[in-house]
């Protein structure tokens, strides 16, 4: 009975377009840098308004269906040696969780199509200009939080529950002083 049904399903027509509309449609989500949109300078809440300055990632959903529950992590983290080459940060040994920017939690958010959010990636602030913060939860993961000036590569991966997952390389080039953050995309 179970193989007539298989054979009747295939052979429907309706399923098919089906399947074709729902794939034409799917969520498709592009993490990317705007330079427009990556810079933010306000005051950093926990630290009374001190002056911060925001790096932020874009993430775009290019679909026509919404992108259920995406989610943004940090992934990797190497760090420039002597030569130029990028190794493995010593105190990366999990992801992290980042936070969609202008939330007050670290939950996953629906991403409309074609309006863009930002996802918080990392900050310099004023009372601290040599330390370079990534905007993630803070539990004991085993995770470096705090980053002094040099040169970052950092995978960031966005997922959803009906959307591919994405995956982006960025430069973070971090000078020190608290607004001295530069960043790039990277095509791997």
Request: glycine letters at 6%.
């Amino acid at each position: 009975m179970e193989l007539i049904l298989s054979i009747l399903s295939f052979l429907n027509p309706f399923a098919w377009m089906s399947k074709g509309i729902k794939y034409y449609r799917r969520p498709n989500l592009v993490v990317y840098f705007d330079p427009n949109e990556t810079y933010h300078t306000r005051g950093v809440i926990e630290q009374n308004n001190t002056p911060g300055f925001f790096c932020h990632v874009m993430v775009k959903n290019e679909g026509k269906d919404i992108a259920e529950n995406c989610r943004g992590r940090v992934i990797d983290i190497q760090i420039e040696d002597e030569s130029g080459n990028f190794i493995k940060h010593n105190m990366f040994s999990a992801p992290m969780i980042l936070k969609w920017a202008h939330e007050s939690d670290y939950e996953p958010r629906d991403i409309e199509p074609d309006l863009p959010r930002r996802l918080d990636l990392c900050y310099g602030m004023q009372v601290q200009p040599n330390n370079l913060f990534i905007f993630t939860i803070h539990k004991p993961d085993g995770n470096l939080k705090v980053y002094p000036p040099g040169k970052y590569k950092i995978k960031v991966r966005v997922d959803s529950d009906n959307a591919s997952t994405v995956d982006q390389h960025f430069i973070i080039d971090f000078k020190g002083g608290w607004n001295q953050i530069s960043r790039s995309s990277v095509h791997t």
